[in-house]
Each structure stands twice: as structure tokens, then as C-alpha cells.
């Protein structure tokens, strides 16, 4: 049984910084895909950030690309995602998510759907 758990969420002032962990059960990070999708009350729900296990591709959105990075720990099988440069627009829920399979993994980020495992979130408020 796959089961994802993130932690690191919290309260930021813009401009600042966090780190966000999902450590993965169930899962190996060498096969199929990972990421965080972000759920803001009243906009679409967004992809974030997708990452091809085999190939280690990566799809960032263009909305986070240059402040957002992607990490794995295999050894931890535990995937991070570092946010820098923090505005109001980031916040929202953030959820781990992952697939078995990772061939249309870019789409299936674009349109933030498709993905078969979930967290259950964490929460992130960007706020002075």
C-alpha cells in the first residue's frame, strides 16, 4: 500500500523561504513519477512540480520556475521540494503525488490530474 506524508508546511513572510518533504511508503522513487500539485480555495488546482523517476526528467510549472526546486533522497525514499522567494500567490495546500507510470508524466503535471497516489496535504501561508 502506497502512502505519502508531507511535512514541512507553515507560515512564511514573502520573500522567505521553505522546504517541503514527502517521504514515500510504499513507493520506490526509481520508477514511475513524483511531484506536488498546490490547491488554492477558488483557482484550479495547479502542478507544481513532476519528476520522471527513470530519467529523472523534470517539469516545473512556469509559475515557479527559478524559486521551486526538486530533490530526491533515495536512501530516505523521501522527495523535497524547496521553495524560495515566497508571494502570496504560492500559498495554498500543497499535496505529494505520485504514479506508477511516468510516460505522459509532463501532461499529467500540466493538467494536475492522473495521479493515482496522494498525501494528504500541507498547508503553506505566505503572509506579512
Known amino acids: 500500500q502506497v502512502r505519502l506524508v508531507e511535512s514541512g508546511g507553515g507560515l512564511v513572510q514573502p520573500g522567505g523561504s521553505l522546504r517541503l518533504s514527502c517521504a514515500a511508503y510504499?513507493?520506490?522513487?526509481?520508477?514511475?513519477?513524483i511531484g506536488w500539485f498546490r490547491q488554492v480555495p477558488g483557482k484550479e488546482r495547479e502542478g507544481v512540480v513532476c519528476?520522471?523517476?527513470?530519467?529523472?526528467?523534470?517539469y516545473y510549472a512556469d509559475s515557479v520556475k527559478g524559486r521551486f526546486t526538486f530533490s530526491r533522497d533515495n536512501v530516505k525514499n523521501t522527495v523535497y521540494l524547496q521553495m524560495n522567494n515566497l508571494t502570496p500567490e504560492d500559498a495554498g495546500d500543497y499535496y505529494c503525488?505520485?504514479?506508477?507510470?511516468?510516460?505522459?508524466?509532463?501532461?499529467?503535471?500540466?493538467?494536475?490530474?492522473?495521479?493515482?497516489?496522494w498525501g494528504k496535504g500541507t498547508q503553506v501561508t505566505v503572509s506579512s
Open positions: 503525488v505520485a504514479d506508477d507510470l511516468s510516460e505522459e508524466f509532463q501532461t499529467m503535471c500540466e493538467v494536475a490530474e492522473g495521479m493515482d497516489y
Open positions: 519528476r520522471s523517476n527513470p530519467d529523472g526528467s523534470t
Open positions: 510504499g513507493f520506490n522513487l526509481r520508477y514511475g513519477v
